[in-house]
Each structure stands twice: as C-alpha cells, then as structure tokens.
C-alpha cells in the first residue's frame, strides 16, 4: 500500500453528512488492501501522478443512500471510483488502465462523455478477473 490507504478509501462525505457509520468489516479491509496492492497502486505508478478516490468502500446504508447497485463491488471493499481531475485526463487514464495488462475485474466510463469520463469505476475480485469494459451515460 504505497499511494493509497485504507481511510482514504472509507472516507465519505455523503456518510458523514447523514452520519453512517462507514467502518468496513475485516473482509472488506482485506479486500482494500486487495484491491490498492494489486490494481490501484499499480494503476498510479503507470499513470505517474496522483489519483483521487472518489469513492470506495460503502456499507449498506451509504450505498443505498448514493444509489449503488445492490450488488455493487464497493460494497466488499473491492471497488473505488477514481479521477485523475477531469474528463480529458479521466480518459487517459481509462485507456492507459484499459491496455496496462494489470488485471481487473471491471473498468467503467461513468458519465461524462465522448470527451471522458467524469470518473471511472475500477474493481478487482481476485477470483474474478474478467477484465470486462463498458461504458455508463
């Protein structure tokens, strides 16, 4: 875990605004630790500048309150939606993960449009490295 820890990706202000408890089980902090070491970190040494998590973990309350699907990967620790600071630049680093060869479990285009994303949607299930792309409008 060298660019990313697990606070940063358990931090939310929508959780403190309606004051969910956000703390992960220890199978979800497992799965961050997952997640940062094998894709999100290596993510960041291709990229070579910081990334912003915008979201990570979700318990059930706060998932429910963004409008998560309900069997969304963030809801195990397995998921973070991230930004390299804006459309242009998300769209670089949505390509450059798309072809980086590290292994993923999905890699969304959230929103946004042809000229990017207004974040991407990156999750590793180890046991499910499908390495799936798609798009969300």
């Known amino acids: ?14 959780a403190a605004e309606l004051k969910i408890d956000n703390t992960p089980p220890p199978s979800a902090v ?8 094998r894709l999100l970190d290596p993510i960041r ?3 070579g ?3 912003t998590v915008t979201s990570g973990y979700r318990c059930k309350a706060l998932n429910r309150a963004v409008g998560g699907a309900a069997s969304s990967h963030h809801l195990m620790g397995m998921a973070a939606d991230i930004t390299a600071g804006d459309q242009r630049r998300n769209a670089r680093l949505y390509h450059l993960i ?3 060869g590290i292994p993923f479990t999905h890699l969304i285009w959230e ?7 207004q974040w991407i949607h990156v999750s590793l299930n ?9 798009r969300i409008r």
Do not use: C, Q, V, Y
């Open 45 to 47: 040494e291709k990229w």
């Open 111 to 117: 929103k946004g449009d042809d000229s990017g994303p």
């Open 126 to 134: 180890p046991d499910d490295l499908r390495n799936e792309t798609r």
């Open 98 to 100: 798309r072809t980086a």
């Open 1 to 14: 875990m060298k660019h990313f820890s697990i606070g940063e990706l358990t931090r939310s202000n929508k």
């Open 49 to 51: 500048s910081p990334i």
């Open 30 to 37: 497992k799965s961050m630790e997952i997640l940062i070491d």
